[in-house]
């Protein structure tokens, strides 16, 4: 009988690796353009996606939690495919690793976008507070598909007047905190909410390309960030 034991390794991925992960696996088909780190993942010495993390949409992030800019961070993609390991363990994982090499680093934010389908299983099922929604942001409709205003504003630059471009209003999205010390998840702890429960569509909280296939090249090689 075949074991279900995967030999997994989570390490620094390139740049090629990340863009390559988020075209094919993750819905908004691009890398954020901010500074990054870029965590790789392999399955049986496959590679099977990346997990982000950056400065966010906006240098405020952390600012209403009495926290500088470079005292947090947001986990800006998760873009795997069809994958064995729970994505509680790879939040789980990159997040000590983050935690050791950025030893600044106080607090992590994340979303999860209702639109999608996405409650934020895997931040309920790793233990990240629910702090409520964010505000709603102005998204846009091009090539037949939804577009998030960043995503599209770094994808199309200067298309947001164009004729064929439609702006419509984005969703609230659902916030996540993850505290990295005592004292901030003693600040941060008194602004838990009840989780959001699954919507009845929601089935993954990962990307909606998951079936597609993995392990170009470039993904061979690995970076510090």
């Not at 390794?9 to 353009?33: G, I, L």
Request: proline letters at 4%.
């Amino acid at each position: 009988m075949k074991s279900d034991k995967v030999e997994l390794r989570v390490d620094w991925a390139t740049h090629d690796a990340a863009k390559y992960a988020c075209e094919n696996w993750h819905y908004s088909r691009c890398v954020p353009k901010s500074k990054l780190a870029k965590f790789g993942v392999w399955e049986d010495g496959s590679f099977i996606g990346v997990l982000i993390y950056g400065v966010g949409a906006t240098s405020d992030l952390v600012k209403s939690y009495g926290l500088r800019p470079e005292q947090g961070c947001e986990l800006v993609r998760i873009a795997l495919k069809n994958h064995r390991t729970p994505v509680s363990r790879l939040i789980s994982i990159t997040v000590k690793m983050l935690k050791k090499h950025f030893g600044n680093l106080r607090l992590i934010v994340s979303f999860a976008d209702p639109e999608r389908g996405h409650h934020g299983g895997v931040y309920q099922a790793s233990g990240w507070i629910f702090s409520g929604n964010s505000q709603s942001s102005d998204e846009y409709l091009f090539q037949n598909r939804r577009w998030q205003g960043r995503a599209f504003r770094h994808r199309f630059k200067g298309m947001e007047k164009h004729p064929d471009v439609v702006i419509v209003s984005g969703s609230a999205k659902h916030r996540y905190l993850m505290p990295l010390d005592d004292d901030t998840r003693h600040r941060v702890s008194r602004l838990a909410k009840p989780y959001p429960k699954r919507a009845v569509s929601d089935t993954k909280d990962t990307a909606d390309f998951q079936s597609a296939k993995g392990g170009s090249t470039p993904t061979t090689a690995l970076q510090s960030v």
